[in-house]
């Protein structure tokens, strides 16, 4: 009797010895995950397949990488078919960072990983790719749960790298004049139409748009305004006629077409940037994105005319905790409502973007925009808002930034929205935004870019 006890242990033992064995051999032999394509710019979509599963396998699809001193990462839970494929594209997760059928929601739902504060995700070089790990876990996996390191152990794997830039666009770093930025410029032989590319007051060079931008066959010129050495510290000590020297600066550029050129900014970047076009005649078109309609500066005369301007009310601020409100400094009672600079005068096209769920910039000053418009020119003004969705509204599958430090203000800023319908409006809108700048800037070698770098790569 003990000796058929034993045979039988042994029994059971091989069988398990035998599973582990078949299911470490299915990550060595015939398990496989793909990418449609590596490398990619980094609004294009990007196509994920898992062959070489059981049917019915249950799998955790687990993405890593590292920006600056921080880890991002997310994971979704996919079930495999009766051929033993999962493929991002046409499947839904069932959970995870993100649940239903979303090809990109393994890119817009990454966070930090546990143990590391909670930020942005912002390329500070752009000329670089994202190196992204994407790996395979068996079973459903929390993201608490998962291995969140270099070389951490999967069922297998592989690289992508998602780009700002196409091969051949150039950046230059600008600091002359007392200007300070960086320009972009596309591959191929210019003059290109030249858009110039504001910011908000977080202070420093926000590159990626600009990087981006070049990519789709626009020079580019991301300008600082506040917060870097020999600039103004704050809003307050801003000098607006900074702002057309350096439209002058991108216009007069050798390799910028004088008679295309446009602007987009996001949060009081809009303000400064209507106020550019209200000088400038030769600017055709703008997009703001969350942005304000006047600028945001003190009292000033600028080229001999007096510069409509708005001030902070920081006593109209609500705190969340430590985290800062801003949107009820523009309230639906205030009369008047402060709507724009007259940016629309010369005829430029305006293309105005805006959460409803900001929780920086109040929607309803888009409105006040809208109803203050001069009839003769209220055909020039596209506007379109995305409930849901917050402040920093970037380009398509980057992660929604619920909160950060402004350092300029020392504020931990509140900035709104939810993740799925956050992403789900920069999917949409940027592909708006390009068109908006095609149709107005005559842009005609965009597809000849992107042709040359698909054949390229």
Known sequence: MIARRRLLNLLHLNKVSQYQINKYNLSTSCLEIKVSKSPVLIDEEVNIRVNGLKQGQKITIQTYMKEGDKTFGSCAHFTADCQGNVDTCRDHSQGGTFTGLEPMG???SARTTPGVKPGRLLKTDVMSPYDVTIAVQDDFKEFDSLPWSENFP???SCQLQRSYVLPGVQRFSINENGLQGT???PLGNGPFPGVIDLFGLGGGIVEFRSALLASHGFASFVLGYVGLPGLSRNELDLNLHYFLRAFDWMASHPSVDPNKLGGIATCVGGGY???IASRRPSMKCLVTVNGTGMPIASKQLVEGKEAEVLSFKFDRVKYID???IFRDMIQPGDRPIPSSCPGWQHGAKIFAIHGLDDQ???PIALDAFKKNLPEEFKNNLTWISYPGTG???EPPYAPRCGTSFNKILKMNMLWGGNDKQHAHAQEDSWP??????????????TSQVNQQYNQGV
């Open 273 to 275: 940037l209507q106020f």
């Open 154 to 156: 999967c069922l297998t």
């Open 360 to 362: 920086c910039v109040n």
């Open 432 to 445: 708006r935004i390009l068109d908006f700048l095609e149709q107005n800037l005559h842009q005609t070698n």
């Open 183 to 185: 320009f972009y410029t």
């Open 106 to 108: 393994l890119f817009w």
């Open 391 to 393: 402040h920093l509204l």
């Open 322 to 324: 430590d985290l800062v």
